[in-house]
């Protein structure tokens, strides 16, 4: 108990706010995500391949403009307003989902959304090591991502409430999700400021250039490498929800499977990262990519509603496992005038895998079946495990 309480006192407010502007944004978006590709398919039409193009689109979109905002916050020596903008943004975009008549109509609200969260998502994550000491890094992020994730299965959750009281209107859900992403940005606004240290740490070079991106180590280029690898295989979580629904989860319930995925990840994240900072990030970081290979393994062979509950419990396991973690290795792995540059590329590698992923998960199920979808996952997590073992003396 003793132990939890300082890591309650020595995490700063900066980063407590954050993670609450993460929940509430989170609440907003996944309360639409969450529905999303059953709105695609039974209302507009659309079939999966089409799912799989849109997802990927939007996600690479904001993966590309991750790198440019994080290097233009090292540049200016401020990162608040981006993330304002860029919070700001997805927010401001969501009443087209509600409006949309066709495919085209969501992608344009999709990739309107996925570029405000490529302005905000580096600033943010170099917010918050700016914020922190290297030796509570781990819980730091660990607890943002809890927060987020409490908002990620709330959001489901406030779905799946709204659409069986409004047996099933999709666009109810969206127009009511305009509300926490609001409250999201005034939170942002009102309580958060840059640690004074950054205010006055400008990097007036340019951060893109060669000579700076080789100063952010190898250490930090193979994890780099390690994500582009394991994001291959990592596709959109339309298809997990796709997937559900075909093995007999009904339409109303399947906002509760990202409940039960989030409840894991959310109650893992905090206390993982508290372990890590005392016993080292680099095995725990291993075993949630093994785990996220075995529920991918899981969904290509599952045959029973009770099992895919079960996958998707462990599947939020792995989160908690591995997506703080990861952030907390980079951290402490880079300059500090170049966190912004340095999240922004992790983001870029993430996002340059996901069409591709998306494209072939969606193209996979269309030609061999969903099984193959989750197996090649599967297998593009054990070979990211190979790369990143192979290089564990240097962790």
Excluded: C
């Amino acid at each position: 108990m003793q132990l939890q309480n300082k890591f309650f006192q020595t995490i700063p407010r900066t980063v407590w706010v954050l993670g609450f502007v993460s929940l509430l944004t989170d609440i907003s978006s996944e309360m639409i995500h969450s529905v999303l590709p059953l709105f695609l398919v039974s209302v507009l039409g659309a079939n999966v391949l089409t799912v799989g193009i849109i997802e990927g689109i939007a996600e690479a979109t904001a993966s590309v403009l991750k790198i440019f905002s994080g290097a233009l916050s090292d540049y200016l020596g401020h990162r608040k307003g981006l993330a304002v903008f860029g919070y700001g943004l997805s927010t401001f975009v969501k009443p087209l989902f509600a409006v949309a008549t066709s495919p085209t109509g969501v992608l344009i609200a999709r990739f309107g959304d996925r570029i405000g969260k490529g302005i905000r998502v580096a600033p943010r994550d170099a917010l918050v090591a700016d914020s922190t000491n290297p030796d509570v890094r781990g819980a730091a992020y660990g607890l943002r991502q809890s927060l987020d994730t409490i908002g990620a299965f709330l959001g489901p959750l406030a779905a799946f409430a709204l659409m069986t009281a409004s047996k099933n209107n999709f666009r109810l859900v969206f127009w009511l999700a305009l509300i926490p992403g609001f409250l999201a940005v005034a939170l942002l606004i009102a309580g958060v400021r840059e640690p004074r240290a950054k205010q006055t740490q400008v990097n007036r070079s340019n951060p893109l250039q060669w000579q700076a991106l080789r100063s952010l180590g190898q250490k930090y280029w193979v994890l780099v490498a390690v994500a582009l690898l394991f994001n291959l295989g990592n596709s959109s979580d339309a298809f997990l929800l796709l997937r559900a629904g075909q093995i007999g989860i009904s339409a109303s319930l399947i906002p509760l499977t990202l409940v039960v995925m989030n409840i894991a990840y959310s109650f893992s994240a905090y206390p993982i990262g508290i372990l890590s900072d005392r016993l080292g990030r680099f095995g725990l970081l291993v075993g949630g990519l093994l785990l996220y290979a075995l529920v991918y393994l899981g969904f290509a062979f599952v045959q029973a509603p009770w099992q895919a509950w079960g996958l998707f419990a462990l599947y939020g396991l792995h989160l908690g496992m591995s997506q703080g973690l990861l952030l907390a290795l980079v951290a402490n792995s880079i300059p500090a005038n170049l966190r912004g540059t340095a999240f922004g590329f992790l983001n870029l590698a993430v996002g340059l895998a996901l069409l591709p992923a998306s494209l072939l998960a969606g193209g996979l199920w269309q030609t061999l079946g969903a099984e193959a979808t989750f197996i090649a996952g599967s297998l593009f997590a054990l070979a990211s495990v190979l790369l990143l073992v192979s290089q564990r003396n240097k962790y």
